[in-house]
């Protein structure tokens, strides 16, 4: 953004403000200068003027450091820097500018407020002609990229910025950038990009088996959706269609971009999720040995073992992913899986809705102090109180924490109780 010299467009400007000062005020000439500066959209110049213009107001020196001001004069500058950082902002994220835009709201604006704001600047980009080549405009390929770094990279919008990242970026950068940016969010926040993670390789590998079907001549099922487009077909169904494909080289999708989504998957809890991440697993379970790669327990075989705890979320051989992933998470040894099977044990437990059987696994859970797994510190798995809460199974949970030595939990017990009377 290049901003217009003030004298190369108002000459007289300099003229104005003089007499402006003298007749009604400093605060008065300020308040021109902003107005003079608005309509030229000198954003920065807003800004110091604003600043500059909050001094006079509070009567502290016009230059120089404020780190020594009275404490009272400071909170009143810094709420009146708050407010230019407003005002400065949001018309330079409006005109494209998000790199910019942010440097001003990042402690100035709510963000939700913000990510709202790139989500309409980011369909009001998609809709603009160039919007299917953006490289071919630059302006816009910088407010692209812009965009997917402020949503993205410094997390006010996590699932917008993934989703244009693997537009215009391909799988591969999307997953590497799940894996930095988004994975140690807390659960909540992981969700939405994980769904878009999901949604988006379900329709890579479904687009590129029913092309591939169709190219053999298979008699493709009907679409699931509304939609006439033969990748609206479930990965199950075009699987079926073709037999299983269970002997059949052929492979339609980057295999550790597969494993790579079925394990991140694993935060989702939308149904609609759960659904494609089982089907992505079917696919798997399909792929030659030689193509795959091995996992970490419980998930050694990531194709079958993510079958079941997809499957089981959805009714599926609940019995059989019961049996499988407590028998991993008995015969597990920490110092070689960590507490994932374990974790995972308790999870699958909690969204089934057994969550007495949980809070038996959870209390049976190996104890690694040295830090929270990575399930725990995203707040994937239920605390011990929220399993016994269910029940509510207060006893048994105090049983244990004497046994622990856990005094907090047992006083947190005690305190949900006597509130529920």
């Known amino acids: 953004m290049t901003e217009t010299p003030l004298s190369a467009v108002a000459p007289v400007a300099y003229e104005q403000l003089t007499t402006i000062a003298a007749t009604a005020g400093v605060d008065a ?18 800004f110091d003027t604003r600043l500059l213009q909050a001094r006079f107001a509070l009567g502290i020196a016009m230059v120089g450091d404020v780190a020594q001001i009275d404490p009272a004069k400071r909170l009143l500058l810094d709420e009146r820097s708050l407010e230019a950082c407003r005002e400065v902002g949001w018309p330079l994220v409006e005109e494209g500018h998000v790199a910019a835009g942010w440097m001003y709201l990042r402690a100035a604006a709510e963000p939700e407020e913000m990510a709202q704001s790139l989500a309409t600047l980011a369909a009001r980009l998609d809709k603009q002609p160039s919007a299917a080549e953006p490289e071919n405009d630059e302006a816009a390929s910088q407010t692209l990229q812009e965009i997917i770094t402020v949503a993205l990279w410094e997390g006010v919008h996590p699932a917008l910025g993934l989703s244009l990242l693997l537009a215009h970026n391909g799988t591969c950068n999307g997953i590497t950038a799940y894996e930095q940016a988004i994975s140690r969010l807390p659960m909540l926040r992981q969700q939405p990009a994980a769904d878009v993670l999901v949604d988006h390789l379900y329709g890579e590998i479904s687009v590129a088996l029913a092309a591939d079907l169709l190219q053999r001549g298979t008699v493709l099922p009907a679409p699931t959706s509304h939609s006439s487009t033969p990748s609206d077909t479930s990965i199950t169904a075009l699987l079926e269609a073709a037999g299983g494909m269970a002997d059949d080289p052929a492979i339609h999708v980057d295999v550790s971009h597969l494993q790579s989504v079925l394990r991140l998957a694993r ?41 079941l705890f997809y499957g089981a979320q959805l009714g599926f051989d609940v019995e059989k992913a019961i049996r499988f992933f407590r028998s991993a998470a008995a015969t597990a040894r920490l110092e070689d899986s960590g507490t994932l099977p374990a974790d995972t044990l ?38 011990l109180v929220e399993l016994a809460a269910i029940g509510p199974d207060w006893e048994m949970l105090r049983a244990a924490c004497r046994a622990r030595g856990d005094e907090i939990t047992f006083a947190v017990t005690l305190a949900i109780e006597h509130a529920n009377g």
């Open 346 to 383: 308790v999870l699958l437990l909690w969204r089934i809705g057994r969550p007495t059987e949980a809070l038996h696994a959870a209390l049976e859970r190996p104890n690694d102090a040295s830090m929270a797994s990575s399930m725990q510190a995203t707040g994937m798995l239920p605390s």
């Open 267 to 307: 935060v989702c809890t939308k149904l609609a999720s759960i659904q494609k991440a089982w089907q992505l697993a079917h696919y798997a379970c399909r792929l030659p040995a030689e193509a795959v790669y091995p996992g970490e327990a419980p998930f050694a075989n990531v194709a079958e073992s993510s079958k």
């Open 29 to 46: 000439m300020f308040t021109t200068l902003a107005t003079m500066l608005k309509e030229r959209k000198r954003w920065h110049a807003l």
